[in-house]
C-alpha cells in the first residue's frame, strides 16, 4: 500500500543511521548541519515471526515478507517554516507523510557538536513542533479566508466551517499540535484537504548511547516526562550500536552482539513494527507451497478489499473467502485439522479482516 512514514527531528541526531540500518537504500551520514539537499526513501521490510510459525506447520518455498515505505527527512532547525536550512522543501516533504517518526538525540558526543550548542531532546521536540504549527496556521488562515467570502453569502456549511477551523487556529496558536484537539469526526472534514503537519501521528524514537540502550538515560527520563499524558509511543534506540549489528552478515554474530548489549533483538525491528501500528496497518497471510506470504492492509478493511490488495481481478471477482485464524492454524497444525476442529470459515464479502486471519480467496472473473 502506498503509505509513508518519514522521518524528523533536528539536524544531527542520528536520523539517518537509524533509516540505514533498516531500508534498502542508504542516506549519505555526516556532521554538517544542512549539508542534506534530498529527502531519502526506501523499503523496509517488516519483521514478522509469525511466518516463521506458518513454515513449521506448511513447508513452502519462500517467504514474503511485507513492507512499509520510509522517508528521512533532513535535519530542521528553528526557522525552517521560513524556508532556513532549505526548510520548506523539507516541510513539503512531510506534508506527503501519512505518519511521522519523530528522532530527539538524548547522547553526548562532544565531536557532534548540537545545532543549539547543548543537548536537550525536550528543547528540540517543542523547536520542531513549533516550526510545524507555523506552517500549520498559514494553511488554516488561508482556508479560513476562503471560506469567510462564502460564509458573509450566508452559506451555512461555511460559517460552520468557520467555526471549525477557528478553534483549530486558536488550538494550534495556543503551541498545540491539532491531532491534541478533540473534534467530533464530521467535523474534520474541514481540514482533511490542508494535511495539516501536526494532525499526524507521531512516534518518538529517543537516539541513546550503547549503554543507555536498555535503560535509558536523564535524557530519556525528560522526553517521557514531557510527553505525559499524550496517548504515543516511545522507543530507545542505540543509533550507533544498531549500524554495527546491521552491519553484521553472520546471524550468530548478530546474536552475540544483541546479548552483549543486553537486547533481545535489534531496535529497529521494534521501530519498523511501531511504524506498521503507526500507520494504521495490520497483515494478513495466504499460506500455500510456493509461498508465504504477509500482506499489508488498513485496520478496518473487508475481506473483498483485502482481496483486491493481491490482485484487483481477486477484488472484483469475489466469490467468497476460506478464511482460518492464525493461532487456531498454529495451535492445530494444519487446514484440515482445523476443519475438523469448526476453526475454519466460510465469509462474504462484507467479513472485516483481522490481523493474522490466513485467507484463501475463491473468485470468478
Not at 135 to 156: C, F, T
Not at 266 to 292: C, H, M, S, W
Request: proline share 2%; hydrophobic share 40%; aromatic share 6%.
Amino acid at each position: 500500500m502506498a503509505l509513508q512514514c518519514g522521518i524528523i527531528g533536528i539536524t544531527n541526531v542520528g536520523k539517518t543511521t537509524i533509516f540505514n540500518c533498516i531500508s534498502n537504500t542508504k542516506g549519505e551520514i555526516n556532521a554538517y548541519a544542512f549539508s542534506a539537499t534530498k529527502s531519502n526513501i526506501g523499503i523496509v521490510q517488516v519483521p514478522d515471526p509469525r511466518l516463521y510459525e506458518l513454515e513449521k506447520h506448511q513447508v513452502t518455498e519462500k517467504i514474503v515478507q511485507t513492507t512499509v515505505e520510509l522517508v528521512d527527512i533532513p535535519g530542521l532547525a528553528k526557522g525552517s517554516n521560513t524556508g532556513e536550512g532549505v526548510g520548506n522543501k523539507f516541510l513539503g516533504d512531510i506534508r506527503n507523510t501519512d505518519a511521522l517518526i519523530h528522532v530527539l538525540r538524548c547522547f553526548d558526543k562532544d565531536d557532534l557538536p548540537h545545532i543549539d550548542g547543548s543537548v536537550n531532546p525536550v528543547r528540540d521536540l517543542e523547536t520542531i513542533d513549533f516550526e510545524l504549527q507555523v506552517k500549520d496556521m498559514e494553511s488554516v488562515g488561508k482556508k479560513i479566508e476562503r471560506l469567510n467570502k462564502a460564509s458573509k453569502a450566508g452559506d451555512k456549511d461555511a460559517i460552520h466551517g468557520l467555526e471549525v477551523l477557528t478553534r483549530y487556529r486558536e488550538h494550534i496558536g495556543g503551541f498545540k499540535n491539532a491531532r491534541t484537539l478533540s473534534v467530533k469526526d464530521e467535523d474534520r472534514k474541514y481540514i482533511d484537504d490542508l494535511f495539516l503537519l501536526t494532525m499526524k501521528p507521531v512516534l518518538y524514537v529517543c537516539n541513546v548511547d550503547e549503554k543507555s540502550a536498555v535503560g535509558g538515560n536523564h535524557y530519556v527520563d525528560s522526553v517521557r516526562k514531557s510527553l505525559a499524558g499524550e496517548h504515543t509511543e516511545i522507543l530507545v534506540i542505540a543509533g550507533a550500536t544498531e549500524a554495527e549489528i546491521a552491519e553484521l552478515d553472520n546471524n550468530e554474530d548478530r546474536l552475540a552482539f544483541l546479548k552483549d548489549a543486553g537486547l533481545e533483538e535489534p531496535g529497529v525491528d521494534k521501530l519498523v513494527r511501531a511504524a506498521y501500528r503507526l500507520l494504521n496497518l495490520q497483515t494478513f497471510f495466504t499460506v500455500g507451497p510456493k509461498e508465504i506470504r504477509a500482506w499489508t492492509i488498513r485496520k478496518g478493511m473487508n475481506v473483498q478489499q483485502a482481496a483486491g490488495v493481491i490482485h484487483s481481478d481477486l477484488e472484483r471477482g469475489f466469490i467468497r473467502a476460506e478464511v482460518m485464524k492464525y493461532n487456531d492454524f498454529v495451535a492445530l497444525g494444519s487446514e484440515h485439522a482445523c476443519k475438523e476442529a469448526g476453526k475454519f470459515h466460510v465469509e462474504g464479502k462484507s467479513y472485516i479482516v483481522d490481523d493474522g486471519d490466513i485467507l484463501h480467496i475463491r473468485f470468478n472473473v
